[in-house]
């Protein structure tokens, strides 16, 4: 390649000496026709001047002797530059022709415009295809364009990710090569734009734009694109990564048992937040260390981690702690695909919570002991006909006070919402009591007709009324003497015979209807309601005395709802009568139990019974699965909150049910008698208590 003069001078040059005549110099013209001027040297071939044809052109044009020696014409005023005179200074030098002289001033070559011009060529070619390899072994995209939009430069990065080869890009449109590289933006706001994520030709990249000026005008733009595909891909991969990471590491502190995860040289990788619990330590200050240091300074008194790495195979130790804890540990070795242990991971128990779990333990199975022969004992007492179920200790209460005051002879109201049991339990006190072997009268005081009741309840004389029996009829207190009598709903007892009732409470006697004689009877009432009595009192429907002499033993029975270990049981005990009943051998999906647990059975006992009943006999197979369910149920029971809102097609009749169902009970609950209930709803007093008994 050129470096100096000496490498692009002609060396075979003509020369003239300074006695020749312009004539021959003139014959030396047009022999070499490509010289514009011939040097003038001495006779010690020393560079004296430069003769040019212009001068030559001028002396024939102006008709001048041509016969002149050259020495009175020649050029003095010429450049000449050494053999070793660099190429870059050369073309800093702006003249015609170059002599260039050796040693001693002597003419060795010469350089004309002609040859500088070449080398420039040739320089600024070996340039351009050096900047282009350049751009060309870059990994990035990148295009430039003028303030035509038109492409000026291109990479082969780039030509990759558009598609174009470079020739057919040059000069097209860069909207029509790559609409999105927003370059002619840059080019008229003249804003650089840097770290923009773009999609080129399905390459995902990130552009950096930037505006070209030249002296301080803007002659196009330029952008570089970096394909991001890999790092994108390496960085969903590494937030996959951190995310199991994190997910590993919320595992391991969510376990109850400690966990340590040492590598294989014994060094702490991991440890759970159960083991900074138990062992005292903290993460930060021990994570990196090594158990074998940790042994040295007596925090552990011996390393699981080091010897499974010593013995190659599971290990369970002892470990003593610093805090004087101790902890089951066992190292398990985790191997790789050559055999060699990567890994130490270790589990362990607090062996003082064991200790105190085997305390607990062996509390609870003495209290277990103690429960179950207290039911063995409570079950024999009840005998076995008079099955009352129940596992809550609610009722356990309940069943223990019954059988308590089963034995002193008081008078018993029983409260609660309808069908949680009352007339169980009143049975239970009943057959608990000496009274046993005689009569249990059982009178629902809401569902007889008012007028009928007096003589139902205190029988009457003959001819009392019209249609009264011959000799007269002994009431239900009459037949309960020596026995129980139990008065449902006792709130819906007429206040006239309120009167009567308090009668006997207070003097043991009853008169007949139509009679005047009082006759002594030995009963024990049991009065029940689910109304709430104090209320009635209020307001004047309930004979305050009457209430006060009833109210000696209250017993609170709890709805279904507010004891639901109870449901499971009762739903056996049911599944088992209905089975028995209908010669059937079904049994119950888990999810059915589920269900109805859930249920807050504003029906109370006698609604699971109804249901267990229902769906024994309407279940095709031989297990009840969640389809058997009632509409109610299944609907979670939110029927009976707020207007009615329909969620879905149903049979209009298990509408209408429904419907009727959540209006008696709400009427129920409000106004606290079945009658008053009626009267609210515009139905029949006897319709409301045959429809809640269907419940
Ligand atoms: N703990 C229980 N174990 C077994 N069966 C029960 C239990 N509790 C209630 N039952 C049954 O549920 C049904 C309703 O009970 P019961 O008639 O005693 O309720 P109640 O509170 O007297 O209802 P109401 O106030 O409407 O008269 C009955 O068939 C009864 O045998």
Redesign the pocket.
């Known amino acids: 390649m050129w470096e100096k003069a000496s490498d692009i001078m002609t060396k075979d040059f003509v020369s003239i000496k300074m006695g020749t005549g312009v004539y021959e110099a003139a014959e030396l013209f047009s022999t070499h026709s490509e010289m514009e001027s011939i040097p003038v040297v001495d006779e010690e071939y020393k560079l004296k001047g430069f003769f040019t044809k212009n001068v030559l052109c001028k002396l024939v044009a102006e008709k001048k002797d041509i016969n002149t020696q050259v020495k009175s014409l020649m050029t003095t005023d010429f450049t000449a530059v050494r053999e070793e005179t660099s190429i870059k200074e050369l073309l800093n030098i702006n003249t015609g022709q170059l002599a260039v002289t050796g040693e001693n001033a002597n003419l060795v070559g010469i350089i004309s415009r002609t040859d500088l011009m070449l080398v420039f060529r040739k320089k600024a070619q070996a340039m351009l295809a050096r900047l282009q390899t350049i751009i060309d072994s870059t990994y990035n995209g990148i295009i430039a364009i003028d303030n035509q939009n038109r492409i000026i430069l291109m990479n082969k990065a780039a030509a990759q990710f558009t598609g174009w080869s470079i020739a057919d890009a040059i000069d097209a449109d860069i909207e029509q090569v790559v609409p999105e590289t927003g370059l002619p933006e840059v080019i008229k706001t003249e804003q650089p734009v840097f770290g923009t994520k773009m999609n080129i030709n399905g390459y995902k990249v990130v552009s950096n734009r930037s505006p070209i000026y030249e002296e301080d005008r803007i002659m196009g733009a330029v952008g570089v694109f970096q394909d991001i595909s890999a790092l994108e891909t390496i960085s969903q991969e590494l937030e996959h990564t951190q995310t199991l990471n994190k997910q590993l590491d919320a595992i391991i502190d969510s376990c109850h048992d400690a966990i340590v995860v040492s590598d294989a040289q014994g060094k702490l990788e991991k440890i759970s937040k159960s083991y900074e619990r138990i062992s005292g330590l903290d993460r930060d200050t021990i994570l990196g260390k090594n158990m074998a240091e940790l042994e040295e300074e007596g925090i552990v008194s011996q390393s699981s981690s080091l010897l499974v790495l010593q013995q190659k195979k599971p290990v369970t130790i002892l470990q003593k702690l610093k805090t004087g804890r101790e902890m089951f540990l066992t190292g398990t070795p985790v191997f790789d695909d050559n055999n060699n242990i990567i890994k130490v991971v270790s589990t362990g128990r607090d062996l003082t919570e064991l200790n105190n779990l085997r305390t607990e333990l062996e509390r609870t199975k003495e209290l277990s002991n103690k429960y179950y022969h207290e039911l063995k004992q409570l079950r024999e007492q009840l005998g076995e006909q008079k ?4 596992s809550s200790e609610k ?1 356990q209460n309940i069943v223990q006070l019954s059988l308590k005051i089963a034995k002193v002879d008081s008078t018993i109201l029983i409260l ?1 919402e ?7 339990i009143a049975r239970i006190i009943h057959s608990s009591s000496k009274r046993k072997d005689n009569a249990f009268i059982t009178i ?1 005081c809401g569902a007889i007709p008012e007028h009928l009741l007096e003589s139902e309840l205190f029988g009457y004389e003959e001819g009392a009324f019209t249609g009264a029996r011959k000799g007269g009829k002994a009431g239900l207190f009459e037949e309960a003497h020596k026995g129980s009598i139990f008065l ?2 006792i709130g819906d007892l007429p206040l006239s015979l309120q009167v009567k009732l308090l009668r006997v409470l207070q003097e043991g006697e009853i008169t007949r209807v139509g009679g005047i004689r009082p006759r002594k009877i030995d009963v024990r009432i049991i009065a ?1 309601t ?1 109304a709430q009595l104090e209320k009635l009192v209020a307001e004047k429907e309930f004979r305050e005395d009457l209430y006060y002499r009833l109210n000696v033993v209250p017993i609170e ?1 709890p709805a279904l709802r507010e004891r639901k270990e ?1 449901i499971i049981p ?1 739903t056996f ?1 049911f599944l088992k009568k209905f089975n028995a009943k209908y010669s059937l051998n079904k049994t119950m999906s888990p999810e059915v139990l589920d269900q109805l647990i859930t249920y807050e059975w504003p029906g ?3 609604e699971l ?1 109804n249901i267990v009943e229902r769906m024994v006999v309407t279940s095709n197979e031989d297990k009840i699965f969640y389809d058997s369910l009632p509409a109610l149920l299944r609907s979670g029971g939110h029927t009976d909150e707020g207007p009615i809102s329909i969620a879905k097609i149903m049979p209009l009749r298990d509408a209408i049910q429904m419907v009727e169902k959540i209006l008696i009970d709400r009427a129920l609950k409000e106004y606290g008698s079945t009658r008053k209930a009626a009267s609210a709803l515009g139905i029949n007093q006897s319709t409301v208590v045959r429809k ?2 269907n419940d």
């Not at 099955?387 to 129940?390: A, C, G, S």
Request: aromatic share 4%; net charge negative; proline share 0%.
């Open positions: 099955q009352i179920i129940f009722m609660g309808s069908g949680v049991g009352k007339e169980l629902n449902d709903e029940a689910n029975v109870d009762l005990h109370n006992v006698r019974e809640k008994n």
